[in-house]
């Protein structure tokens, strides 16, 4: 089945055709018509309700089609602006927030969810190792004189989870006008200290699109990691973190919670985020995902969760035909770049889709043990004409 994906507007994405969401998406939809002032920020491919994908020959939702939910939700997300500071409830915190505030916990899932990197990236992930926390609140003397000294004593004292919860809890607390001055002072008289710590560009980004946020202060408390393409980061339950810029696949468990604390027009719940999060830090060099390497063609990004996995498959030109093996669970397949052949076994019996780049398909359990990856042209010998595409599929790679 071919799908179209749903794309979402949010103020965040990408402008016009300078949104990977927006060339995407024109690539798989003929009716998609392209606005140059809207920004195109995320595209929906599964059976979420928020944005469900469409079977292109029919017109019905992939939900209604399959008569279940998916257990993932794939995205791609072209970012220029920053998205909240967040994070994600497990489990248990899902169900209990969905049934007493159904209004803005959307529904009852955990939502742990793997960003792999398109173009450079940018994101913020996880607290800073607490001594380095400790040394930027002393660096930045308007931020230490905002938390006090006593918290920041304390941080002094013992640099742990402890010590940098109190800190940043007293942080996101401070009253808004009171941020707003640090902010300001922090901009006019630390520019050679925020250069020298390389965060001149970000914080001056963040603090023009999120003018006296408290989100903008979080710079000195997480890590601040740069992707390069096809780098990954998977956030679990309650891990704090905030994109930044660049365009990523992203893939989740099927919802849509978010408890958000900074960065964002929308609410803010803080409370419920400091009493979620994880305070324990680490380094930014140990926040990579690394990849599980099946052979020269293929490298699968395998969670610590059940929900989901995705295959990155990048085919050489010169490989007349490339078999993927896979196991009996409904898949996602998107195509970023070149041409070839699908072939894979439906309940209709064997069939072929040409695939190019924009294409959306959902691989259906009939289709294990294996699908083929057939080039599209005898004659095509292009050395650019690689082909690349991302797999979401259920985590039937991991070991329990």
């Not at 994070?87 to 169900?95: F, L």
Request: glycine share 4%; proline share 5%; charged share 25%.
């Amino acid at each position: 089945m071919e799908l179209t994906g749903w794309v979402k507007n949010y103020d965040w994405g990408r402008k016009g055709i300078n949104s990977a969401v927006a060339q995407l998406a024109m690539a798989n939809d003929p009716d998609f018509t392209l606005n140059e002032e809207e920004p195109y920020a995320e595209m929906w491919m599964g059976t979420h309700v928020c944005g469900v994908s469409v079977v292109k020959n029919t017109g019905e939702t992939l939900d209604r089609v399959l008569n279940k939910d998916l257990s993932y939700l794939f995205k791609v997300l072209s970012i220029n602006q920053a998205l909240s500071i967040q994070v994600h409830p497990n489990k248990c915190e899902a169900e209990r927030l969905h049934r007493e505030r159904p209004e803005i916990y959307k529904d009852s899932n955990h939502k742990p969810e793997l960003a792999i990197a398109l173009t450079p990236f940018l994101a913020l992930v996880g607290f800073q190792p607490a001594s380095d926390i400790r040394d930027n609140i002393d660096e930045f003397q308007p931020l230490s004189q905002l938390i006090g000294p006593e918290a920041v004593d304390t941080l002094h004292q013992a640099p742990n989870a402890d010590s940098v919860k109190l800190c940043y809890a007293k942080l996101m607390k401070t009253d808004e006008a009171v941020i707003s001055q640090c902010i300001k002072t922090i901009a006019k008289n630390y520019q050679k200290e925020l250069k020298s710590n390389d965060l001149l560009d970000v914080f001056n980004k963040v603090n023009k699109d999120f003018p006296g946020d408290v989100g903008v202060l979080s710079l000195f408390f997480l890590n601040l990691v740069r992707l390069k393409p096809g780098q990954a980061i998977y956030l679990g339950a309650n891990e704090i973190h905030a994109y930044l810029d660049g365009d990523c696949v992203e893939c989740m468990a099927c919802s849509d919670n978010v408890i958000r604390a900074g960065l964002t027009p929308k609410y803010k719940d803080v409370d419920q985020l400091l009493d979620s999060v994880i305070f324990e830090s680490r380094h930014p060099e140990r926040k990579e995902f690394i990849p599980y390497h099946v052979d020269e063609q293929v490298q699968v990004y395998i969670p610590p969760v059940p929900d989901f996995a995705v295959i990155h498959v990048n085919i050489h030109h010169s490989l007349k035909c490339y078999k993927l093996q896979i196991q009996a669970f409904g898949s996602i397949l998107i195509v970023l770049k070149g041409s070839r052949i699908l072939r894979l076994l439906t309940k209709q019996g064997p069939k072929e889709i040409t695939l190019t780049r924009g294409s959306i398909v959902y691989i259906p359990v009939e289709a294990a043990p294996e699908i083929e990856f057939d080039r599209a042209n005898e004659c095509d010998d292009v050395e650019d004409d690689d082909f690349t595409g991302y797999i979401a599929t259920s985590n039937y790679f991991r070991v329990a």
